[in-house]
């Protein structure tokens, strides 16, 4: 099993930033990819970043440029920065991990003010 926990969120003006960081624990050694995700009121999930085990980034076309995700094995740990926040990126972040399964965390929330 692997857990995941979320911490980071909370609110912040358009234009602002925010770091969301992800803690990992359990069988952390079979962990491939570690991904964000997000998801909005009546929407659905939609994934915003993801990166493998050799460090391979991937990001949805609305946060390219703004957003960064990033990892550190020695600290089980993956992030998300976040730059040049809009509105539209208010919702609940998850982080989830990839083994022979998705693991999720219990998601934070990110709201951005205009």
């Known amino acids: 099993q692997v857990q995941l926990v979320e911490s980071g969120g909370g609110l912040v003006q358009a234009g602002g930033s925010l770091r969301l960081s992800c803690a990992a624990s359990?069988?952390?050694?079979?962990?491939?990819?570690m991904r964000w995700s997000r998801q909005a009121p009546g929407k659905q999930r939609e994934l915003v970043a993801s990166?493998?085990?050799?460090?391979?980034?991937n990001y949805a076309d609305s946060v390219k440029g703004r957003f960064t995700i990033s990892r550190d094995n020695a600290k089980n740990a993956v992030y998300l920065q976040m730059n040049s926040l809009k509105p539209e990126d208010t919702g609940v972040y998850y982080c989830?991990?990839?083994?022979?399964?998705?693991?999720w965390g219990q998601g934070t929330q990110v709201t951005v003010s205009s």
């Open positions: 359990g069988s952390i050694s079979s962990i491939n990819a």
């Open positions: 989830s991990a990839l083994t022979g399964r998705m693991w």
């Open positions: 990166i493998s085990s050799g460090g391979s980034t």
